[in-house]
């Protein structure tokens, strides 16, 4: 019987490790020599992909390199350590920016631990900063200045804030009076008290520094072309909202208010949605205007804004009132009344303990002399609805004229402070020479 003798493959793998002379001397006494000086032979582009041959051949020379040389094999640490660095912060990420900034000690650290091995230019590319931050965010972590209340350096930022401007802005906060006031409503009551001297953005900035973080929820908006208003009674706006007290009862609450202030011209507390309270509340602020005006009412489609008591009232006036339904009669939503009924119930109502229907009664009243009288507002360019009900006209000029004066005594102040870190790491302000 004739032995037929088993022929070995072999991997292509293998045939690649042969060429490249990677192959252990082990396994090259179980390879044929003849099988070895035909792999030597054979043309690069036998086999399929072979293009990835170069890459291959990268992967080799590194491979290679760091055995032969110990300073890649560094190199190479360096770098994994820097990709740890910055993906501790990616997987963070839902704001980059954002993320970037408060993160700036783990990116300073890590940039400077790894900055022999890699050139500081390549290694920030890696956090989408440019150098001049870089160097901004070095010297507030490595260099703190003892003279700023936030510890940047008062001689290479002259501008930021006094040590009692920020101060000041810690004790609005700690205000009860502005416990549940959004920031923007904070720092136009301090800029009206003139305690504040700087723009919305720097208090934003400075908030955010002192771990003041609520308050502020920026999103996307779809394009949405909302209703305008240009003059007090143009336009208003009726609604009602839901509250639910301690011992179990529902709460009807009925607004009416002006859409161009904001102004709320009436309320009422019903247990139910009520036809005769919305009819009643346009009755009494039409009762206070001087002379007749014709005013659009806008509301939704509900119960109690469309039915005979409203419709009828509405039509033994005309042409006073043209009552129009919220996306039917017009494309517009209902949004502004529907913004104040949630300041009311979140910045409000839902944070105190309200037991029954006098107590609402109570902190409904509270709410509205601080909202219309005390509380100024982003949107009225620091005005309260009051004041531009009344005529008041709608200009941040009212409130910031001191800025310039202020900003110059800040930089003056500043200059003069005594910062132990002037000069210092001039050199590093150089590019760094690539490690070869």
């Known amino acids: 019987m004739q032995i037929i003798k088993h022929r070995n493959s072999y991997h292509t793998n293998t045939k690649i490790f042969a060429r490249k002379g990677l192959l252990s001397k082990e396994l090259l006494k179980l390879i044929p020599s003849s099988n070895l000086?035909?792999?030597?032979?054979?043309?690069?582009?036998k086999y399929i992909d072979y293009t990835l041959n170069d890459l291959i051949d990268e992967d080799i020379e590194l491979f290679q390199n760091q055995n032969e040389f110990p300073s890649s094999k560094k190199l190479s640490r360096a770098y994994i350590q820097l990709l740890k660095g910055a993906y501790t912060i990616f997987d963070q990420i839902k704001d980059f920016n954002r993320v970037v900034k408060k993160n700036k000690d783990i990116i300073v650290n890590t940039i400077e631990s790894i900055k022999n091995?890699?050139?500081?230019p390549e290694a920030i590319q890696l956090f989408r900063i440019s150098r001049a931050t870089y160097q901004n965010y070095k010297t507030q972590v490595l260099n703190k200045c003892e003279a700023s209340y936030i510890f940047w350096?008062?001689?290479?930022?002259?501008?930021q804030l006094l040590n009692q401007e920020v101060l000041k802005i810690k004790e609005y906060f700690n205000n009860i009076d502005y416990k549940f006031w959004s920031k923007s409503s904070i720092y136009y009551m301090g800029l009206r008290n003139k305690d504040f001297n700087f723009c919305?953005?720097?208090f934003y900035k400075y908030s955010n520094l002192l771990g003041i973080n609520n308050g502020r929820h920026l999103q996307n908006k779809p394009e949405y072309s909302p209703l305008q208003s240009i003059k007090?009674?143009?336009?208003?706006?009726a609604d009602i909202t839901v509250f639910k007290t301690a011992n179990g009862v529902k709460h009807y609450i009925h607004l009416l208010i002006d859409h161009y202030s904001r102004m709320i011209l009436g309320w009422h507390i019903d247990l139910k949605p009520s036809p005769k309270a919305i009819k009643e509340l346009l009755e009494n602020a039409l009762e206070e205007l001087p002379k007749p005006t014709r005013i659009e009412f806008l509301t939704d489609?509900?119960?109690?804004?469309?039915n005979t008591t409203v419709e009828e009232y509405i039509k033994s006036i005309e042409p006073n009132i043209i009552h129009n339904i919220a996306q039917k009669d017009i494309p517009s939503s209902n949004s502004m009344i529907e913004a104040v009924n949630k300041t009311l119930k979140y910045q409000y109502l839902y944070q105190s303990h309200i037991e029954n229907t006098a107590q609402l009664d109570k902190a409904l009243l509270e709410f509205i002399r601080n909202y219309i009288y005390i509380r100024p507002q982003h949107s009225l360019k620091g005005n309260t609805p009051f004041e531009t009900y009344n005529g008041k006209t709608m200009s941040i000029s009212h409130y910031n004229s001191h800025f310039e004066a202020q900003k110059q005594f800040r930089k003056e102040q500043n200059t003069k402070s005594s910062c132990k870190n002037v000069g210092i790491n001039k050199k590093e302000?150089?590019?760094q020479s690539k490690v070869n």
């Open 429 to 431: 302000n150089q590019p």
């Open 232 to 237: 007090p009674n143009q336009t208003w706006c």
């Open 200 to 202: 919305l953005a720097t």
């Open 37 to 45: 000086s035909r792999w030597l032979k054979e043309p690069e582009n």
């Open 117 to 120: 091995w890699i050139p500081v």
């Open 153 to 159: 350096c008062v001689k290479r930022y002259p501008q």
């Open 301 to 306: 489609g509900g119960i109690e804004n469309v």
